[in-house]
């Protein structure tokens, strides 16, 4: 069974400046897919960011860049110029790829709460 | 185009009764599935429901625990007795195709808050 691991319960950030999310995760598989979910105060869960595992070139969205290390099984989240609004749960997340029923389920880390300083 | 639409937001229920949870996935998705989050916990598969059929149960409890996606309506994640270790957050996802690629991504709801007195 994969796993998940987020290895910093709390994180905080200065306004303005890069904060780095660490996540590490365990499959026997080559294929799967990678997320990134934030979780604000409203509870909503919103995806950040996502990566396929056969590429080998970094996702990024606007501030929110990644970087995935296949060898490592490590997949840390990348927040540029920081802002009030980021403040929030984040979790990482695994899917497999096979594509068969049972496959298509999240496996989530235990997040990491950001904190963005003013 | 709505979002994952999931109610109530809050349930109050004692230990014995029943708790309906509701998801409405947004439009043109066929596909739900359930994720359950416990206090400082990540979010936990349950069941992943197809229109009328049960694609995978294996995080589902296997009792009091129920859930379906009729043809017709909402998905109801069905909670029978209810114990105190019901109290979770509990999310909806749905997504538009039982496809490989990555843009068969799960879209969320804002979840129900069950709280078992």
């Known amino acids: 069974a994969q796993t998940v691991t987020q290895s910093q319960p709390e994180m905080s950030v200065q306004e303005a400046e890069t904060v780095t999310l660490s996540c590490t995760y365990d499959?026997?598989?080559?294929?799967?897919?990678l997320f990134w979910y934030k979780q604000p105060p409203s509870r909503q869960m919103i995806l950040v960011i996502r990566q396929e595992a056969y590429k080998q070139q970094n996702a990024t969205e606007n501030r929110f860049s990644v970087n995935f290390q296949k060898a490592a099984k490590s997949f840390s989240l990348k927040i540029s110029d920081s802002q009030l609004g980021d403040a929030a749960m984040y979790f990482c997340a695994y899917r497999s790829a096979n594509g068969r029923g049972s496959n298509y389920k999240l496996t989530f880390g235990k997040g990491t709460l950001l904190t963005v300083n003013p | 185009n709505a979002g994952v639409m999931q109610n109530p937001r809050h349930l109050v229920r004692r230990r014995g009764q029943e708790a309906r949870l509701r998801c409405s996935p947004m439009k043109g998705h066929s596909h739900v599935y359930w994720y359950r989050q416990l206090p400082e916990e990540g979010l936990k598969f349950m069941v992943y429901?197809?229109?009328?059929?049960?694609?995978?149960e294996s995080g589902m409890p296997k009792e009091r625990f129920s859930a379906e996606f009729p043809k017709e309506g909402p998905s109801i994640l069905r909670i029978q007795q209810v114990v105190r270790g019901d109290s979770a957050a509990y999310f909806c996802?749905?997504?538009?195709?039982?496809?490989?690629?990555?843009?068969?991504?799960?879209?969320f709801g804002a979840g129900t808050r069950l709280s078992v007195l």
């Open positions: 429901l197809q229109k009328e059929n049960i694609i995978d």
């Open positions: 499959t026997s598989e080559s294929d799967y897919y």
């Open positions: 996802a749905s997504s538009p195709l039982l496809g490989q690629g990555v843009k068969n991504i799960q879209y």
